[in-house]
């Protein structure tokens, strides 16, 4: 078991009890940890039909092998739960010092069950294992929460998660904050720690995490800090994930006033040029050790939002705060995205929340009266009053607290919803990039921009955006590899200078166990599967693999998707996934071959 601290962590907060359990060696064997860990985790212990805030869902926290060693881009862990904004699989991703402080103090998982009468904390500190009592920071914002916590416990290096507001009142895309600036956004997962009432978790590791070759890791490292000061890396280095809005706005990819178009007049007020020029500070890694820095950290120096400061806002938070509610002030996209971390609100699902919200209005669909104030594309601080009542779920917060899914069905307003599974779309317009299309219509968690990633060489023009043939096979042979990263866990960023070979040599070097490319990237396709079997017990099928009416039906330019392109991509992708065509579930032979059956 190196590179693994070899034991799972239970806590049952109904009785207050906590069970330390080994890390079962067949679940390396065959799931290699994060992703894989918590992915086999829910399929073993959530029943079907589970209601994502009932008290049978649990929440698995899972690290990876390369986690709390010197890899420096190794700092990330997952959160998976049933999710109560999709009702499948949910799982998000953060980094931080969590991570590496839950394997030091001994434990690859963390497992929590049950519901606790009254708000507590969890504290791990090595051996020393507590719930306490956390009634003083309920109602706290996810800033305030960690300060207090960190100012109680006195601990200089201490990993801590929290939720605010939105966590509490069960709006179904709140998230979980890290480390202050670190966010697991998607899939509302900050609801089922708020409905089990865990405000937060306070993790300090002392142990050691050993490995095979130590040298071996040592060089790996340093390998990385020196590929990273290359020019593959630099685009991110120095702008970040912003650095994309220009690029997606160039070739009419950013979705603009709730995916109406995606071109925005406005871009150079709020790209990534601007914030060099007037908030950026410094540049922030999720730890320190980290070489790629992506991070900005930014601060409003004058104006009505002075003094705001935030790492942020990425490229993502940018487009739903910005862009798609066409709002074209940077300092006031900084602002709400303040107001949306210490709130714990998602900011993709937040914004375009808001975004259907604003179209709602100006169709007539939503009234003054029914708001309770002018909604109206383009006002910031329509945008920031409306994330505040959905944080505590006044008036018509209540109902948008739901998701623009649910939200649209009470309103007859299902076409003006962007999102695929219930899950708020992310700011790749799907309709000018195909494999982008495709990517978020199978997504196990809904639309998601980061199983595959196929935006990337869509944007950079690696392959035709525009072309549907060859789109399955780009999607499938990216979602393993990156289902492998998840699994390790490393920053996906890093794949310009830490590819599958760095990680079979990685995983090496720290475990002592020889995988393959070939091996790890079945790992990958079996986590997959297992995946979209969670998924087909809660009823997913071919029609399940969808895409919103805006991308089908409402032309970008005169381009859209057509369910005609879709089905041409689904057909490609489920025959190399190994897929029945008509029902999208994996074939038996399928299963037999990945040792799922």
Not at 232 to 251: D, P
Not at 318 to 342: H, Q, R, S, V
Not at 365 to 387: I, R, T, Y
Not at 415 to 424: D, I, Q, S, T, Y
Request: glycine share 10%.
């Amino acid at each position: 078991m190196l590179g693994y601290a070899g034991k799972v962590l239970r806590v049952d907060l109904t009785r207050g009890l906590f069970k330390i359990e080994p890390l079962p060696e067949q679940m390396v064997r065959f799931y290699i940890g994060g992703n894989g860990f918590g992915v086999r985790i829910l399929y073993d212990e959530v029943p079907p039909g589970t209601d994502p805030l009932g008290i049978e869902n649990k929440l698995v926290f899972a690290t990876g092998p390369l986690c709390g060693t010197p890899i420096p881009i190794a700092v990330k862990f997952g959160v998976f739960a049933k999710s109560p904004l999709t009702g499948i699989l949910g799982e998000s991703y953060s980094s931080g010092l969590f991570s590496e402080h839950l394997k030091k103090a001994g434990y690859d998982v963390l497992i929590i069950e049950g519901k606790s009468e009254k708000p507590v904390f969890l504290k791990i500190f090595d051996d020393d294992i507590e719930l306490c009592d956390a009634s003083d920071i309920w109602g706290a914002t996810c800033w305030d929460a960690e300060d207090s916590l960190r100012s109680d416990l006195g601990e200089k290096v201490l990993g801590v998660l929290t939720i605010g507001p939105a966590g509490e009142n069960l709006v179904r895309y709140a998230c979980i904050t890290s480390d202050r600036y670190r966010q697991a956004g998607r899939c509302g997962l900050g609801a089922v720690m708020g409905v089990k009432r865990l405000k937060a978790i306070a993790v300090h590791g002392s142990g050691k995490i050993e490995t095979a070759d130590l040298d071996g890791v040592l060089n790996i490292a340093r390998e990385i800090v020196e590929k990273s000061k290359g020019a593959g890396i630099e685009h991110h280095r120095v702008y970040g994930t912003l650095g994309t809005l220009e690029i997606a706005n160039l070739q009419e990819a950013l979705p603009t006033r709730n995916w109406t178009y995606g071109f925005f007049e406005k871009a150079e007020d709020i790209d990534a040029e601007y914030m060099l020029r007037n908030t950026l500070v410094r540049d922030v890694g999720c730890l320190e050790k980290c070489p790629i820095k992506c991070g900005k950290y930014n601060v409003v120096k004058d104006g009505p939002f002075k003094g705001t400061a935030i790492v942020g806002p990425e490229y993502q938070s940018t487009y739903a705060l910005g862009p798609n509610c066409l709002i074209g002030d940077f300092k006031a996209i900084i602002k709400a995205n303040e107001l949306c971390d210490k709130l714990g609100i998602d900011t993709i699902s937040g914004g375009c929340t808001v975004a259907f919200a604003m179209e709602c209005f100006e169709r007539g669909l939503l009234s003054e009266n029914d708001v309770g104030f002018k909604l109206n594309f383009g006002d910031p601080e329509a945008l920031m009053k409306l994330l505040e009542l959905i944080a505590y779920r006044r008036g018509i917060g209540d109902l948008l607290a739901e998701g623009s899914k649910r939200a649209s069905e009470k309103l007859g307003a299902e076409a003006l919803a962007v999102h695929v599974k219930g899950l708020e779309c992310p700011g790749y317009d799907a309709r000018v990039l195909k494999g982008t299309a495709l990517q978020y219509a199978v997504s196990s968690r809904g639309a998601c921009h980061l199983r595959a990633r196929a935006q990337v060489p869509e944007l950079t023009g690696a392959v035709d955006r525009l072309e549907v043939e060859g789109k399955g096979r780009l999607v499938k042979e990216r979602e393993d590899l990156f289902t492998v990263f998840d699994s390790l866990i490393v920053c996906k960023f890093a794949l310009p200078i830490f590819d599958i070979s760095d990680a079979v040599k990685a995983y090496r070097c720290v475990t002592g166990i020889y995988l393959t490319e070939g091996e790890l990237l079945t790992t990958g396709e079996r986590i997959t599967n297992l995946e979209r079997l969670f998924n087909v017990r809660e009823g997913a099928t071919r029609k399940w693999d969808t895409l919103p009416e805006k991308v089908s039906s409402y032309p970008n330019r005169d381009v859209l998707t057509s369910k005609e392109e879709l089905d041409a991509m689904l057909n490609e992708y489920y025959r190399l996934r190994g897929w029945d065509l008509e029902t999208g579930k994996p074939t038996v032979e399928t299963l037999k071959r990945l040792n799922l059956l």
